[in-house]
């Protein structure tokens, strides 16, 4: 036998990484990604598999490879960058943001603005205590008039 005809032979060769099962995982991928606020571009796609599925392919495996005559993978990819597309027009989502930064930026922005506040407060208490002792060391008076006239014990006494 050839090594053409040895490589039609089924279960020669190398075993298929994208098959239809994994494909329409994908597909649901892609579908998802302008939800989730990720930028649709195909290094995003190519991160996310390897991530989410740990599986190497490149965008040109990705985006011929066809079932049933049709590109499922590159056809969802048209999909959901049309609409990411029509939610930028609308106002709806920003660029190069992901939803969990925005919200520790937020976070991170009540966080700032509380110690602002306590460091605010913490100020004035100082300044009031400042203003008392310096009323205490400026004012002139005998404590034993002061006790005598609270009613103290040496007022008691005389």
């Known amino acids: 036998m050839t090594r053409k005809a040895e490589s039609k032979m089924p279960g020669r060769g190398r075993p298929e990484k994208l098959d239809e099962e994994l494909a329409r995982k994908i597909v649901r991928l892609i579908e998802v990604m302008p939800d989730m606020d990720v930028e649709v571009s195909w290094a995003n796609v190519i991160a996310l598999i390897k991530k989410k599925f740990d599986v190497d392919l490149g965008r ?78 400026w004012t002139r008076f005998d404590l034993r008039k002061e006790a005598q006239a609270l009613g103290g014990p040496e007022g008691a006494q005389s």
């Open 60 to 137: 040109r495996v990705l985006s011929m490879k066809q079932w049933g005559g049709q590109p499922l993978i590159a056809q969802a990819f048209e999909r959901a960058k049309g609409v990411q597309k029509t939610l930028r027009a609308q106002g709806k989502t920003r660029r190069h943001s992901t939803a969990p930064r925005a919200v520790l930026q937020q976070r991170l922005e009540t966080e700032i603005a509380k110690r602002k506040a306590a460091e605010r407060r913490i100020e004035e208490m100082a300044l009031q205590a400042y203003d008392k002792l310096d009323t205490l060391r």
